[in-house]
Antibody, heavy 119, light 107 residues
Framework: QVQLVQSGAEVKKPGASVQVSCKASGYTFTKYALHWVRQAPGQSLEWMGWINPGNGNTKYSQKFQGRLTITRDTSASTAYLELTGLRSEDTTVYYC????????????WGQGTLVTVSS | DIQMTQSPSSVSASVGDRVTITCRASQGVSSWLAWYQQKPGKAPTLLIYGASSLQGGVPSRFSGSGSGTDFILTISSLQPEDFAIYFCQQASGFPRTFGGGTKVEIK
């Protein structure tokens, strides 16, 4: 079955960078887009960007342009999110999510990774 | 960006009640609309895609309707496991955007 397993919680200081990984299994990694979505406590969901693991093409939300990099390692079936210049507002849970077979909605999600930004 | 507006933000209901949640897009998204359920501390799960198609394994008491800018999620007979937060999401364009969520609470 499809599984997306994310790396563990992180605590970072303001201005630092964080990398979160998302290891995929149970399907052909290069066949489906992977997205990153974040959710602040008690808030809605916010799409950050996506990667086509097949060719490495990416697209980012304008909000995160310049701070966000999404990459992948096809040999490890793993996607990565790197966010730089962390600030307190970046304290949220970060999810990776895979396109469904049926379209551009998110049929499979990772378990989430809490990133806390605190001095 | 396409703004997604859900209403109500919360609803109190009893087991067996019929619950409807609406989602309005700031511009037409055709049928590129999905609904998710999220329980505390968990990732969202896909309920409805293409505005009205039921994701595999989702109980038939869930249904979706609408197209263009106005959409509805209906739970025909609320069950104890349905108390959760529900989000709509448009997949018509980038950035993908979500509604603010509707919390379904026990009356």
């Amino acid at each position: 079955q499809v599984q997306l397993v994310q790396s563990g919680a992180e605590v970072k200081k303001p201005g630092a960078s964080v990398q979160v990984s998302c290891k995929a299994s149970g399907y052909t990694f290069t066949k489906y887009a992977l997205h990153w979505v974040r959710q602040a406590p008690g808030q809605s969901l916010e799409w950050m960007g996506w990667i086509n693991p097949g060719n490495g093409n990416t697209k980012y939300s304008q909000k995160f342009q310049g701070r966000l990099t999404i990459t992948r390692d096809t040999s490890a079936s793993t996607a990565y999110l790197e966010l730089t210049g962390l600030r307190s507002e970046d304290t949220t849970v970060y999810y990776c999510a895979r396109d469904a077979d049926t379209g551009g909605w998110f049929g499979h999600w990772g378990q989430g990774t809490l990133v806390t930004v605190s001095s | 960006d396409i703004q997604m507006t859900q209403s109500p933000s919360s609803v109190s209901a009893s087991v067996g009640d019929r619950v409807t949640i609406t989602c309005r897009a700031s511009q037409g998204v055709s049928s590129w609309l999905a609904w998710y359920q999220q329980k505390p501390g968990k990732a969202p799960t896909l309920l409805i895609y293409g505005a009205s198609s039921l994701q595999g394994g989702v109980p038939s008491r869930f249904s979706g309707s609408g197209s263009g800018t106005d959409f509805i999620l209906t739970i025909s007979s609320l069950q104890p496991e349905d108390f959760a937060i529900y989000f709509c999401q448009q997949a018509s364009g980038f950035p993908r955007t979500f509604g603010g969520g509707t919390k379904v609470e026990i009356k």
